[in-house]
Nanobody
Framework: VQLQASGGGSVQPGGSLRLSCEAS????????IAWFRQAPGKDPEGVLC????????YYTESVKGRFTISRDNAKDTVYLQMNALKPEDTAVYYC?????????????????????RGRGTQVTVSS
């Protein structure tokens, strides 16, 4: 199982970034994929998740209306579009899955799936 995040960088407050998470080593279409972030000195927190049926679950209230998640099964890739970025969004962002094959109509779990995680990409928001 491999999950590789990319697309991070440094932006000014109010800017946008699009992160990508490319997966390999498992049947991508069958599993929910989540984005996490970990700020310096803090525990990781789940941000968003996209289920098999493209249903989206938010785990962090502060990103609603600014961040969205999508998946491209043809490319085994999940995206995190981040708009209106704030300094408090600064963190290492990474993607993860639990490889639990849920019924197609099932949304992401209450706790963001985190069993298998990949390397992250740094996002820094500052002026």
């Amino acid at each position: 199982v491999q999950l590789q995040a990319s697309g991070g960088g440094s932006v000014q407050p109010g800017g946008s970034l699009r992160l990508s998470c490319e997966a390999s080593g498992f049947r991508f279409d069958d599993y929910a994929i989540a984005w996490f972030r970990q700020a310096p000195g803090k525990d990781p927190e789940g941000v968003l998740c996209v289920a098999r049926n493209y249903d989206i679950t938010y785990y962090t209230e502060s990103v609603k209306g600014r961040f969205t998640i999508s998946r491209d099964n043809a490319k085994d890739t999940v995206y995190l579009q981040m708009n209106a970025l704030k300094p408090e969004d600064t963190a290492v962002y990474y993607c993860a899955t639990d490889l639990v094959r849920r019924v197609l109509t099932t949304p992401c779990p209450r706790a963001a799936p985190s069993t298998y995680r990949g390397r992250g990409t740094q996002v820094t928001v500052s002026s």
